[in-house]
């Protein structure tokens, strides 16, 4: 196999050198190029990309801004290879990655794989604990890809492959963001594809973001679950309400604490020490521990919040998906 890795960027040069200089360190022979594809963006990361061009087989394309999806797919639609690994700009990737992969497929081969996402001892106490927080199996780790026992894996785009023979089939991803994976994996399964995990296929991924910045973030991933339920019945499960359930629960233990009922914030209480426990173990940093109690705090009530707003407006209003959020929208 040849492999490409497609990356879109927008306004984000500082992290392209980062995951250039991670992949120019890769100890394996085995063929690869990059595709950069600048999104629109008004700093544009040409010239670190004249860096790499002595190390690594490596293409850039300007284009309009259309959202990460679109780009993605104008990125495979000009790539020379017949497998692509798609990567977010803000991530670094081990030396063995490509290794791991190939080994995985040649054993039992998908066209479509995910990997997890893991995080360096150079990154911030703020990055740690987000990390943390949505890796776990506390909290939605599993969910989102952090175990194997995922009956479907549906891989994240932060770190994807996809054979160009799905991408052909499927046309790629679709214009709501987030959301455009989980869309692309069942519209595969659709199409008798299959994905999985690979577990050893991890990549650091930096998430530049303020706590700010993730609440606005785990707020989209809330509204967007609803309408892919509406878009794929068959594949609703009920963990997409458990942030929502949590929210709820919350709200109520506080409530009959005015009636003196102290049982059900109690156990929310253990749950945030448990968490707060795990945490200090995973981190053996106190702050960090303390942070990921918040990241958890964060986005259980931004997703949740999200969740129940799509929900009462695509399910029970039967609002039409792009009009109810046309911020998910990107238009092609």
């Keep these: 196999m040849y492999f490409s890795f497609i990356v879109p960027v927008y306004n984000r040069p500082d992290e392209i050198d980062e995951l250039l200089e991670s992949l120019s360190k890769f100890t394996s022979s085995i063929p690869f190029e990059v595709v950069i594809v600048e ?36 990125g495979m639609n000009v790539a020379n290879g017949d497998y692509f690994i798609i990567l977010d700009s803000d991530c670094i990737i081990p030396q063995e990655y490509l290794i791991q992969v190939q080994q995985s497929l040649e054993e039992d081969y998908v066209d479509c794989f995910g ?3 893991a995080a360096l001892d150079s990154f911030s106490d703020i990055q740690k604990a987000i990390n943390f927080t949505m890796t776990s199996f506390l909290t939605t780790g599993g969910i ?3 175990s194997e026992k995922v009956d479907k894996f549906q891989p994240r785009s932060f770190n994807m492959g996809l054979s160009k023979k799905a991408f052909e089939a499927s046309n790629g991803f679709g214009n709501i963001h987030p959301g455009e994976d989980p869309d692309l994996s069942i519209r595969l399964w659709n199409l008798g594809f299959k994905t999985k995990l690979i577990k050893n296929a991890f990549v650091y991924h930096k998430r530049r973001i303020s706590w700010e910045k993730f609440q606005i973030q785990v707020n ?4 967007a679950r609803p309408i892919l339920n509406s878009w794929y019945p068959e594949h609703k499960k009920i963990t997409f ?9 919350f709200l109520f233990s506080v409530l009959v604490v005015f009636f003196n009922i102290y049982f059900f914030i109690g156990l929310y209480g253990l749950y945030f020490f448990i968490l707060f426990i795990n945490s200090l173990l995973t981190n053996k940093n106190l702050k960090i521990a303390l942070y990921s ?40």
């Design 39 to 74: 999104d629109g963006s008004s700093i544009p990361c040409q010239n670190i990309i004249e860096k790499y061009t002595d190390k690594l087989t490596i293409s850039y394309y300007f284009k309009p801004n259309s959202g990460p999806g679109d780009s993605r797919n104008y």
């Design 115 to 117: 990997g997890p996402d």
């Design 144 to 146: 989102r890809g952090g």
């Design 220 to 223: 989209k991933f809330g509204k």
């Design 241 to 249: 309400w458990f942030p929502s359930l949590f929210l709820l629960g």
């Design 293 to 332: 109690v918040w990241a958890m705090v964060i986005q259980f009530y931004g997703y949740g919040k999200g969740f129940l707003l799509s929900y009462y407006r695509v399910e029970v209003l039967k609002q039409e998906p792009q009009k109810a959020f046309p911020e998910l929208f990107f238009k092609k």
